[in-house]
């Protein structure tokens, strides 16, 4: 997801430096937990192990670039089987609905996170 007319915020919290890093951080947990809840709201129960497993991440950082990951766990292997399908069943693909559904309320998450942090 990249965020369009940021430039400013995102210039702001650099300058920050390690408190701006805290604020940034913040702000995509709470981004990833609005895709998370939109992700356990499409996920199809059938035992509820699936349901259960879908979890957020840490923020990781990997070439200079931060991101959450949302998802099932061990105990939900299966859930790739339900999103993309196999040979025998068709795809199911609930968490790309979950994201569909969330991408631009988790846009606005982590503008007003950001915004809330610097005091804006």
Known sequence: ???EGMDNLLSEIERL???G?????KALREAGDVVKEAILSEV?????TLKASITRSNVKTK?????VEIGPGKDGYYGAFLEFGTSKMSADPFMS?????SKDSAESKI??????????
Do not use: F
Not at 21 to 25: D, M
Not at 111 to 120: F, N, R, T, V
């Open 44 to 48: 199809p129960v059938r035992t509820g």
């Open 97 to 101: 609905r979950g994201y569909d559904k």
């Open 1 to 3: 997801m990249k965020l």
């Open 111 to 120: 503008a007003d996170e950001i915004k809330k942090g610097l005091g804006l």
């Open 63 to 67: 070439d200079g670039v931060k991101r």
């Open 17 to 19: 430096g390690q408190k």
């Open 21 to 25: 890093a805290r604020i940034e951080n």
